[in-house]
């Protein structure tokens, strides 16, 4: 909780992020083609650099403790590149980025899930692949076990589960873990009616124990229910940052 | 902090290779128990499980051991043990390199959603291979007491080329898997230099077959990964310069690696 009087320390900063993202193709990506410009010298006047894409262009943003950030955008216009820059995962092109804390990021559901492997298993597998160690993950498995509520079908493999089942597991294991910085990638309808109210419920209380969520989403109602923050983008462009409202009338209207 | 790759302080993106090739090592737990998954989950519907590819292996170890002790006039007693112990290691060794090409691009799922380290999709696949070898090494065991060849003396060093032919494995693994993931086509000049390795190597036949050329063979460096655990396995002391190769070889081939890393590994996600 904030202290009244003093501001609330900031968490993530993100001054005019660029990012180019280098496309290989089978061209580009060939061999050959360094070869034949290595060996053939000035011969082969053929152009080889490399095609990248913009895919963020000078984004800029502060969160403090405690915001909940909306990243809305249409597809494509940089909101998953967004998240992984801030993951980690791809270095910015220029500009620069600081975050204080644990990070941790949900973009996709069910990495390292295996369909051989029993639903038991998986809490361990895809615990790993997030990167916890496996103590935590120990530690963490009969809670994940009992909010999936999957019984006894966490003793059969993944591959008997329907697609919703599999969903639900995923979403537990991947809930489970709160970071000081949480991204999530849209989340989306998760299993049935009952367990989705439930996720969402869940959802608020690892909200709350986070200091600070990016979350990408196209579902309006999720974004104003959870965040206080909104981020437009637009090509890679920040359009607007703001309260939510204004942000989603921005969004709908384009 | 998170900086553009071209205004990371070098020391900054040294220490990040430094991390993902340390931490790989020490987290042993991690990666022994995820090759057993594997192992466990590829063969989890079958009834004999990796004992299919001894099956596969002994019958290649025989068939191949029939007809070249024919063709090449070989004392069976003498050629069996050789050749049962270079197929099943020459197979570790080829599989470990060919295998690794294609594990950056099987794992891009987790490569782009997470931060990563990639040293330990290496050491996990070395893992499941070293496991299966264990399974075929049975193949070597019964045919080594068939023909009363006494492997147990030499244990010691068989284990101690272990680690070596690990470790060297470790960084070929890291370069071809980081080299196939950025141009495609080292994938598929890996798989060919590999079958044309086998047959340039002494993997079926003896090395003194070369006579006067026989010194030719100290340049393949495959003839050391292969011979330090094989003649361990025959009752035999490998020689000085295959330790000497291979540890000079790990070396370099270690420090090539985290060379690699220290510049490219960031642009990895973007590769996969």
Same mark, same amino acid.
């Given at each position: 909780?904030?202290?009244?009087?003093?501001?609330?320390?900031?968490?993530?900063?993100?001054?005019?992020?660029?990012?180019?993202?280098?496309?290989?193709?089978? @061209?580009?990506?060939?061999?050959?083609?360094?070869?034949?410009?290595?060996?053939?010298?000035?011969?082969? @006047?053929?152009?080889?650099?490399?095609?990248?894409?913009?895919?963020?262009?000078?984004?800029?943003?502060?969160?403090?403790?405690?915001?909940?950030?909306?990243? *809305?955008?249409?597809?494509?216009?940089?909101?998953?590149?967004?998240?992984?820059?801030?993951?980690?995962?791809?270095?910015?092109?220029?500009?620069?980025?600081?975050?204080?804390?644990?990070?941790?990021?949900?973009?996709?559901?069910?990495?390292?899930?295996?369909?051989?492997?029993?639903?038991?298993?998986?809490?361990?597998?895809?615990?790993?692949?997030?990167?916890?160690?496996?103590?935590?993950?120990?530690?963490?498995?009969?809670?994940?076990?009992?909010?999936?509520?999957?019984?006894?079908?966490?003793?059969?493999?993944?591959?008997?589960?329907?697609?919703?089942?599999?969903?639900?597991?995923?979403?537990?294991?991947?809930?489970?873990?709160?970071?000081?910085?949480?991204?999530?990638?849209? *989340?989306?309808?998760?299993?049935?009616?009952?367990?989705?109210?439930?996720? @969402?419920?869940?959802?608020?209380?690892?909200?709350?124990?986070?200091?600070?969520?990016?979350?990408?989403?196209?579902?309006?109602?999720?974004?104003?229910?959870?965040?206080?923050?909104?981020?437009?983008?637009?090509?890679?462009?920040?359009?607007?940052?703001?309260? *939510?409202?204004?942000?989603?009338?921005?969004?709908?209207?384009? | 902090?998170?900086?553009?790759?071209?205004?990371?302080?070098?020391?900054?993106?040294?220490?990040?290779? &430094?991390?993902?090739?340390?931490?790989?090592?020490?987290?042993?737990?991690? &990666?022994?128990?995820? =090759?057993?998954?594997?192992?466990?989950?590829?063969?989890?519907?079958?009834?004999?499980?990796? &004992?299919?590819?001894?099956?596969?292996? =002994?019958?290649?170890?025989?068939?191949?051991?029939?007809?070249?002790?024919?063709?090449?006039?070989?004392?069976?007693?003498?050629?069996?043990?050789?050749?049962?112990?270079?197929?099943?290691?020459?197979?570790?060794?080829?599989?470990?390199?060919?295998?690794?090409?294609?594990?950056?691009?099987?794992?891009?799922?987790?490569?782009?959603?997470?931060?990563?380290?990639?040293?330990?999709?290496?050491?996990?696949?070395?893992?499941?291979?070293?496991?299966?070898? =264990?399974?075929?090494?049975?193949?070597?065991?019964?045919?080594?007491?068939?023909?009363?060849?006494?492997?147990?003396?030499?244990?010691?060093?068989?284990?101690?080329?272990?680690?070596?032919?690990?470790?060297?494995?470790?960084?070929?693994?890291?370069?071809?898997?980081?080299?196939?993931?950025?141009?495609?086509?080292?994938?598929?000049?890996?798989?060919?230099?590999?079958?044309?390795?086998?047959?340039?190597?002494?993997?079926? &036949?003896?090395?003194?077959?070369?006579?006067?050329?026989?010194?030719?063979?100290?340049?393949?460096?495959?003839?050391?990964?292969?011979?330090?655990?094989?003649?361990?396995?025959?009752?035999?002391?490998?020689?000085?310069?295959?330790?000497?190769?291979?540890?000079?070889?790990?070396?370099?081939?270690?420090?090539?690696?985290?060379?690699?890393?220290?510049?490219?590994?960031?642009?990895?996600?973007?590769?996969?």
């Amino acid at each position: 909780m904030p202290v009244p009087g003093l501001e609330p320390p900031i968490r993530v900063e993100a001054v005019s992020l660029s990012l180019d993202y280098p496309v290989f193709d089978s @061209q580009s990506q060939s061999l050959r083609n360094k070869v034949t410009r290595f060996g053939l010298g000035g011969l082969v @006047q053929r152009d080889t650099r490399v095609v990248s894409v913009r895919a963020l262009d000078g984004v800029s943003f502060r969160l403090s403790e405690g915001d909940r950030l909306a990243l *809305v955008g249409e597809n494509g216009s940089g909101k998953s590149s967004l998240l992984r820059v801030l993951a980690g995962i791809y270095p910015p092109s220029s500009g620069f980025l600081r975050l204080r804390g644990r990070v941790s990021a949900l973009l996709s559901t069910g990495l390292g899930m295996e369909m051989d492997a029993t639903g038991r298993e998986n809490i361990l597998l895809c615990g790993l692949a997030m990167g916890v160690t496996r103590q935590e993950i120990l530690g963490l498995s009969p809670e994940i076990a009992e909010f999936s509520e999957l019984g006894t079908f966490l003793d059969l493999p993944v591959r008997t589960y329907s697609s919703g089942m599999a969903l639900r597991l995923s979403f537990s294991i991947a809930s489970a873990i709160a970071p000081d910085i949480l991204l999530i990638d849209e *989340v989306i309808g998760i299993g049935d009616r009952k367990f989705y109210e439930k996720a @969402q419920r869940r959802l608020l209380g690892l909200l709350r124990q986070t200091q600070v969520i990016v979350m990408a989403s196209h579902d309006c109602e999720l974004l104003r229910g959870f965040c206080n923050k909104a981020l437009v983008l637009q090509n890679g462009r920040c359009m607007i940052t703001s309260d *939510v409202e204004d942000a989603i009338a921005l969004y709908e209207k384009t | 902090m998170i900086l553009p790759v071209s205004k990371t302080p070098l020391a900054a993106m040294a220490a990040e290779a &430094w991390q993902d090739m340390y931490r790989g090592f020490r987290d042993v737990d991690f &990666w022994v128990r995820l =090759a057993y998954f594997d192992l466990v989950l590829r063969y989890r519907r079958t009834s004999f499980g990796p &004992w299919w590819v001894v099956v596969t292996t =002994a019958l290649s170890v025989g068939s191949l051991g029939l007809i070249f002790s024919l063709v090449m006039h070989q004392n069976p007693a003498k050629y069996l043990p050789y050749l049962a112990s270079g197929i099943i290691l020459w197979q570790f060794i080829s599989l470990c390199i060919t295998i690794s090409c294609d594990t950056l691009e099987k794992y891009a799922e987790t490569i782009n959603n997470t931060r990563t380290d990639y040293s330990r999709f290496i050491l996990r696949l070395i893992g499941y291979h070293v496991l299966i070898l =264990a399974h075929n090494l049975t193949i070597f065991v019964v045919v080594a007491v068939i023909f009363k060849v006494d492997f147990l003396v030499m244990l010691p060093l068989f284990a101690l080329g272990m680690i070596l032919v690990m470790i060297n494995l470790y960084w070929i693994g890291m370069l071809v898997a980081l080299l196939s993931a950025r141009f495609h086509d080292v994938t598929q000049v890996i798989q060919a230099a590999m079958s044309l390795l086998f047959l340039i190597t002494p993997v079926f &036949w003896h090395k003194q077959v070369l006579g006067k050329f026989a010194y030719l063979a100290v340049f393949n460096p495959l003839v050391h990964l292969l011979d330090v655990v094989r003649d361990p396995l025959l009752g035999q002391v490998p020689s000085a310069l295959t330790y000497e190769a291979l540890i000079g070889m790990g070396a370099a081939g270690l420090i090539l690696v985290f060379l690699l890393l220290t510049f490219k590994r960031r642009l990895i996600p973007f590769w996969v």
